[in-house]
């Protein structure tokens, strides 16, 4: 199963987090779409990665390095 399929399927295509949306055209994708800043990106992840996880009972991994600071 695809990580963009799962996110697709909990309903976050084109779902709007402070100014980061996921695209509605693959939701693997974040834009952004005003100020922003890392917090509020890692916390985007963290509510995609949630959802996910509460509705498919499957963890999803960043396929990106984070570094923090």
Known sequence: ISAW???D??????FVY?????SSKHPN???IIGKTNQKD???LIAVIKDKV???YDI???EEIEIQEG
């Not at 399927?9 to 084109?14: A, E, S, T, V």
């Not at 402070?18 to 996921?22: D, E, F, G, Q, T």
Request: net charge neutral.
């Open 5 to 7: 399929s799962l996110i």
């Open 59 to 61: 963890l999803l991994e």
């Open 41 to 43: 990106i890692l916390e």
């Open 29 to 31: 994708f974040l834009e």
């Open 9 to 14: 399927g909990c309903g976050l295509r084109g």
């Open 53 to 55: 996880y509460n509705v």
């Open 18 to 22: 402070k100014n980061i949306r996921i």
